[in-house]
Nanobody
């Protein structure tokens, strides 16, 4: 897990935007799927978005149109751009990777490797 490091979380008001980033060296190993999941206090992990080595992305229905997953050309960084954030988006956000599970948003919650997380707090 220490080869994934999230940053960019913070506090915003409802309707605001944030971009969280994940520094990773996991792309050195392929095939590989990268993704983001979140976990709110007292709740289970919720898979949000996944992207494969060819750049194909998959999203949880509830974040489609608001969240965008991307990677830099060198594949050293994974990003999650979040718009129109709402209080229910408040959670710890984790990047994750896996070489064996299906590359879908739902599966990211069970990926084999994850970082330490970055907190996103949205106030009403």
């Amino acid at each position: 897990q220490d080869h994934l490091g999230e940053s960019g979380g913070g506090s915003v008001q409802a309707g605001g935007s944030l971009r969280v980033s994940c520094a990773t060296s996991d792309y050195k190993f392929s095939p590989l799927c990268m993704g983001w999941f979140r976990q709110a206090p007292g709740k289970g992990r919720e898979g949000l978005a996944a992207i494969d080595g060819d750049g194909h992305a998959d999203y949880k229905d509830s974040v489609k149109g608001r969240f965008t997953i991307s990677q830099d050309d060198a594949k050293n960084y994974l990003y999650l751009e979040m718009k129109n954030l709402q209080p229910e988006d408040t959670a710890m956000y984790y990047c994750a990777s896996d070489a064996f599970l299906e590359c879908t948003a739902q599966e990211t919650a069970d990926f084999g490797y994850r970082g330490q997380g970055t907190q996103v707090t949205v106030s009403a």
